[in-house]
């Protein structure tokens, strides 16, 4: 045929290569393998051969007229010679795919399984410094498969990674399974509606091209910035609803500012429900939330991958008041108690609650210094676990799935099974279970375990409406003399709370909080 005649369209590949071999071939034997053309005298394959033919001086050359099919030709052509790029593969998939809407159609044709025409797909999603480096041999094609899964500014650095510490396909997979379950975000753990997450490339789950690991991804989000956008959705359609049942929602920034600054003294403070407290077990068993919506406030707090909600009350006194109706008999007995005997109660309960809140932020896992080893960390866990019983069982269920599924006796399995958990999941593990474990300490074990971790009361002690609000108005300005606080003229509870409250006494802390803390008493009636 007339090589004028033969008209050039699509080609799958991209880049013809070095065609002087060919050319030379060409002038000294002619073409040996005809071109194929369709009716309409379009190529179908041999492009190599037509623009070397007419590199050589041809003014004909040899063809074949196929009748359907052009597309799945070419590309057979040129897979069986094993000349395309595996992005000019994927690239003339993803058009088979647009035209004809089916991977497993063109799979057939191919005679490949589905799941490798996927893959080929998946590097159309790898950013194009990645394409060129696979297209360079500066990567093999199982590095970018791997960086096709992961967000711009990931694929990037790990490119950069790959290629500067020259690591292979599988050792790049291991450090990727590794520090995926290190900073895993899993879904059991979001609250928002998942529905959508079964399928998505950026489940663990679907990460069959790192082989087992894919099983133990199962689960796990591999997505930040998505799970982190619909865990911000989750928190303002729960926000909306709960302000529409009359309950303070409080900000991060005001959450911080009430748990960390100690100077804080808003005269409408809340004051956080520790998570293993009398208080707060006495909130959720009684549905104090739903009954009195406009005692407390609630805080959502992101953290290690996990929604916490935070349950703050705005009056203490009051959420700690019993009520004068509960029965002839406890009235009588309330009214025994003299007012300084009422205070030691009350200021039993306040120790107690300072004690354990703050000896449980002391042992946040992120607060704390990594000084152990991590089978000694393990030992210390096996030894909490044993102490905290079901409030330990429960927290390393949320924590580690399939850790202690039949509810057996501890044993070596089970230690084997700590010992392969991450080490960041384990100090999260023990700073919850000591957390917990604490909560269920008397005053006499707290004087002796607090001050262990770091408890001063000159340090984390401060005045607070909460403190103020278990005193008379006599006790107050005895406790304002104690201080050095001028109340002269003040005879209203809530004006001697508020000057108190805007007093510097930090650092000062009363006889009667001294002796609580020391399990004794300082009677300022």
């Not at 004809?100 to 999603?125: F, H, I, M, Q």
């Not at 099983?215 to 930040?224: D, I, S, Y």
């Not at 991450?422 to 474990?437: G, M």
């Amino acid at each position: 045929m007339d090589i004028e005649k033969i008209q050039v369209k699509d080609n799958i590949r991209k880049d013809l290569g070095d065609l002087r071999e060919l050319v030379a071939s060409i002038k000294e034997i002619g073409i040996i393998e005809p071109l194929i053309i369709d009716q309409d005298c379009t190529l179908i394959a041999g492009h190599r051969r037509l623009a070397a033919a007419k590199a050589a001086g041809l003014k004909t050359v040899p063809t074949v007229v196929h009748d359907g099919g052009g597309f799945e030709v070419a590309m057979a052509e040129n897979l069986q010679r094993k000349e395309l790029t595996p992005i000019e593969e994927a690239e003339a998939y993803a058009e088979h795919v647009k035209k004809k809407g089916s991977v497993e159609v063109l799979a057939r044709c191919l005679g490949k399984k589905p799941e490798y025409v996927e893959r080929r797909l998946d590097l159309l999603k790898a950013e194009p410094e990645v394409q060129k480096a696979l297209v360079a041999g500066k990567i093999q094609l199982g590095h970018a498969v791997i960086l096709s899964h992961m967000g711009q500014p990931a694929q990037l650095k790990e490119l950069k990674h790959i290629m500067g510490e020259k690591l292979s396909v599988a050792s790049f997979a291991d450090n990727m399974k590794e520090r995926w379950n290190e900073t895993s975000l899993h879904l059991e753990d979001a609250r928002f509606d998942k529905a959508n997450c079964e399928g998505c490339p950026h489940n663990g789950g679907q990460q069959a091209i790192l082989a087992e690991t894919g099983a133990n991804l199962k689960g796990v989000c591999l997505n930040p910035d998505c799970f982190k956008i619909k865990t911000r959705e989750f928190v303002k359609a729960e926000t909306e609803k709960l302000e529409a049942k009359g309950m303070t929602v409080l900000s991060q920034d005001k959450m911080e500012k009430i748990e960390r600054d100690p100077d804080y003294s808003d005269r409408k403070r809340p004051v956080r429900l520790g998570e293993y407290s009398r208080e707060l077990k006495d909130v959720l068993d009684n549905h104090r939330l739903e009954k009195e919506p406009e005692l407390f406030a609630v805080g959502f707090n992101l953290e290690h991958g996990k929604l916490e909600r935070r349950i703050y009350c705005m009056n203490m006194a009051k959420l700690r008041a019993r009520p004068e109706s509960a029965g002839p008999e406890k009235s009588e007995k309330q009214l025994e108690l003299s007012r300084g005997e009422k205070l030691d109660r009350r200021l039993d309960e306040f120790a107690h609650t300072l004690l354990v809140e703050t000896s449980q932020e002391l042992l946040r896992a992120d607060t704390m210094e990594p000084q152990l080893d991590k089978p000694v960390k393990v030992l210390v866990l096996y030894e909490l676990w044993k102490k905290a019983g079901e409030s330990a069982e429960k927290i390393i269920e949320e924590e580690a799935k399939g850790i202690y599924p039949d509810k057996c006796c501890l044993g070596a399995a089970t230690l084997k099974k700590l010992y392969a958990l991450p080490e960041k999941t384990l100090d999260r593990i023990i700073a919850r279970t000591a957390s917990a474990w604490l909560g269920q300490r008397d005053m006499p074990e707290l004087v002796l375990i607090a001050p262990s971790l770091g408890f001063e009361a000159k340090k984390h002690f401060a005045l607070s409406e909460e403190f103020l609000e278990l005193h008379t108005i006599d006790q107050l300005k005895k406790l304002a003399k104690e201080l050095d606080v001028d109340v002269e003229g003040e005879n209203s509870k809530g004006k001697l709370i508020s000057v108190l409250l805007a007093a510097k006494t930090k650092g000062k802390v009363p006889k009667s909080v001294a002796k609580a803390l020391e399990g004794k008493h300082e009677n300022i009636d």
